[in-house]
Nanobody
Framework: QVQLVESGGGSVQSGGSLRLSCAAF????????MGWFRQAPGKEREGEGV?????????SYADAVKGRFTISQDNAKNTLYLQMNSLKPEDTAMYYC???????????????WGQGTQVTVSS
């Protein structure tokens, strides 16, 4: 059974940094595409991810985070990361990692989701 567990969220001031982790269990990690999505307070989860990485390690980013966020993975540890720098109050959201064997990219239909980790950025 595929299980994704996020960690690393917290509260930071504007301009600060956080690194999110997503530990994956129950499947061959390297055969899945992975993505990070977010849901701002009082809003629906965004249909487009903020960052994604495919089987070959190719990455893609939403315009809102390009140059500030970096997605990476450690296949040996079955773990996905999201390094977030220069955080802004508008980055405040619940962040979710997602996985899928077929869908790749920011707008893919991911079948597996974690429970989320909260990121709060104060001005």
């Amino acid at each position: 059974q595929v299980q994704l567990v996020e960690s690393g969220g917290g509260s930071v001031q504007s301009g600060g940094s956080l690194r999110l982790s997503c530990a994956a269990f129950g499947y061959t990690y390297s055969s899945y595409c992975m993505g990070w999505f977010r849901q701002a307070p009082g809003k629906e989860r965004e249909g487009e991810g903020v960052a994604a990485i495919d089987f070959d390690g190719n990455t893609s980013y939403a315009d809102a985070v390009k140059g500030r966020f970096t997605i990476s993975q450690d296949n040996a540890k079955n773990t996905l990361y999201l390094q977030m720098n220069s955080l802004k109050p508008e980055d405040t959201a619940m962040y979710y990692c997602a996985a899928d064997m077929i869908g790749c990219g920011l707008s893919a239909e991911y079948n597996y989701w974690g429970q989320g980790t909260q990121v709060t950025v104060s001005s």
